[in-house]
T-cell receptor, first 113, second 114 residues
Framework: DTEVTQTPKHLVMGMTNKKSLKCEQH?????MYWYKQKAKKPPELMFV???????INESVPSRFSPECPNSSLLNLHLHALQPEDSALYLC????????????FGQGTRLTVV | GENVEQHPSTLSVQEGDSAVIKCTYS??????FPWYKQELGKGPQLIID?????GEKKDQRIAVTLNKTAKHFSLHITETQPEDSAVYFC?????????????FGKGTHLIIQP
């Protein structure tokens, strides 16, 4: 099973709303990632969690707040977003170390109005 | 940081012909090079990868080659089929003891003409 499950699939939120994106994997992977993908662009790394600890933050604005409650779950809390934050948000997971195949979820299509 | 260039941005081939997509990377420390296929409305799907201690890897109709000296790697798809139509991304990273994210190329829109 190489499945990474993201919920919700679609989300529309206002600029004053607070919402959360969720990601789950049961492959025993101890590295989890958030990427942002704008239309017709490649995915761009936002955050990396290693053993449930934040290890990389690619200078992401504080209105995006990641959380890793346990080794299977990854959340992205959203607050006071701007319309330019509208994008496909992708979660991925991988093993630690050299066997680094990363598996992606289907993404959450976020629209900020 | 790593920078990955990918060409061409669009590739149209006749069904049954071969397709080649090329990437270059900048960071000589990068040692892991995956390729992803992304269909409309879906997340990227890993289709093949190669590590820097290997020059070529094949999986049925798909092959990847790596030239470490020139910092080039390429995806080759033979006997293309309509279901191969998608956007393909190359990526690079350093794969050591920790976890680092992937740096992606800009993508190639592959169109298979019937």
């Amino acid at each position: 099973d190489t499945e990474v499950t993201q919920t919700p699939k679609h989300l529309v939120m206002g600029m004053t709303n607070k919402k959360s994106l969720k990601c789950e994997q049961h492959m025993g992977h101890r590295a989890m990632y958030w990427y942002k993908q704008k239309a017709k662009k490649p995915p761009e790394l936002m955050f990396v969690y290693s053993y449930e600890k934040l290890s990389i933050n690619e200078s992401v604005p504080s209105r995006f707040s990641p959380e890793c409650p346990n080794s299977s779950l990854l959340n992205l809390h959203l607050h006071a977003l701007q319309p330019e934050d509208s994008a496909l948000y992708l979660c991925a997971s991988s093993r630690m170390g050299p066997q680094r195949e990363a598996f992606f979820g289907q993404g959450t299509r976020l629209t900020v109005v | 940081g790593e920078n990955v260039e990918q060409h061409p941005s669009t590739l149209s081939v006749q069904e049954g012909d071969s397709a080649v997509i090329k990437c270059t990377y900048s960071d000589s420390a990068s040692n892991y090079f995956p390729w992803y296929k992304q269909e409309l409305g879906k997340g990227p799907q890993l289709i093949i990868d190669i590590r820097s201690n290997v020059g070529e890897k094949k999986d049925q109709r798909i092959a990847v080659t790596l030239n470490k000296t020139a910092k080039h790697f390429s995806l080759h798809i033979t006997e293309t089929q309509p279901e191969d139509s998608a956007v393909y991304f190359c990526a690079a990273t350093y794969s050591g003891g920790g976890a680092d994210g992937l740096t992606f190329g800009k993508g190639t829109h592959l169109i298979i003409q019937p």
